[in-house]
């Protein structure tokens, strides 16, 4: 049986780099909506020039865009064992076309993990976050700085502050994320999958906490 598994939380909360850490560590594909559009933005492709605009003001790509992209990726073979899915689903719409659709792949989500942190804790992780162009390895100008200023560590590529990383945008990020994503929380407790992690802690205690956690769950 595949292995799915949402990180649902607000922007800046490290669900990031909690996905890539869990995706390598189970072997499962890492499914990034944003890295998905952003990659797409860079190839000017029309769902990127579609995205860009709702992703400059901090709103939600609409649904129906954000759902058939993330099909189409999860019908690729390296998906045929599961998925950590970030940043997907973020309304109820989109968590409803994810059962539908994992269904189909003869699945359904496993475990949803729910990292949490008070406000300036997200606003100051998110707007101090600086992005690998290449591959999108995530640094933080003052509690995660890459060795040499400017360059990935991993794979030698510039880095980049996001436009959407810039204060305002997160502000308003956050707002769309607790008007829209938040209902998310209640329905995947209600289902039994939700584990509350305390995103507060250092990114090594938050990936202890959520693999203690995911052990007992998946
Ligand atoms: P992220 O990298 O997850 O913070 O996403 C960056 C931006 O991409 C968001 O602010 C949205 O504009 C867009 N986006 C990412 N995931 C979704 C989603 N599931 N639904 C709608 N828009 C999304």
């Not at 669900?15 to 594909?29: F, H, P, R, V, W």
Request: hydrophobic residues 35%; aromatic residues 6%; glycine residues 8%.
């Amino acid at each position: 049986m595949a292995t799915y598994i949402v990180l649902l939380g607000p922007p800046g909360v490290g669900k990031g780099t909690q996905a890539k850490i869990l995706s390598e560590t189970k072997k499962l594909a890492h499914i990034s909506s944003g890295d998905l559009f952003r990659e797409n933005l860079k190839n000017q492709t029309e769902l990127g020039k579609t995205a860009k605009s709702f992703m400059d003001k901090g709103e939600l790509v609409p649904d129906d865009v954000t759902i058939a992209m993330i099909k189409d990726r999860l019908s690729r073979p390296d998906c045929a064992t599961g998925a950590i899915l970030d940043g997907f689903p973020r309304t109820p719409a989109q968590a409803d076309a994810l059962e539908a659709m994992l269904k189909e792949f003869k699945g359904s989500v496993s475990a949803v993990p729910f990292i949490s942190a008070a406000e300036n804790i997200l606003i100051e992780r998110a707007s101090g976050r600086w992005t690998c162009k290449a591959q999108g390895h995530i640094y933080h100008e003052k509690f995660s700085p890459p060795k040499q200023a400017g360059v990935c560590d991993f794979d030698g590529s510039e880095i980049y502050q996001r436009d959407d990383d810039k204060v305002e945008t997160v502000a308003k990020r956050i707002r769309v994320y607790l008007e829209q994503t938040m209902p998310l929380v209640d329905h995947y407790r209600k289902a039994g999958k939700l584990i509350e992690i305390d995103g507060s802690q250092s990114v090594e205690q938050v990936t202890k906490a959520l693999f203690d956690a995911l052990v007992q769950q998946t």
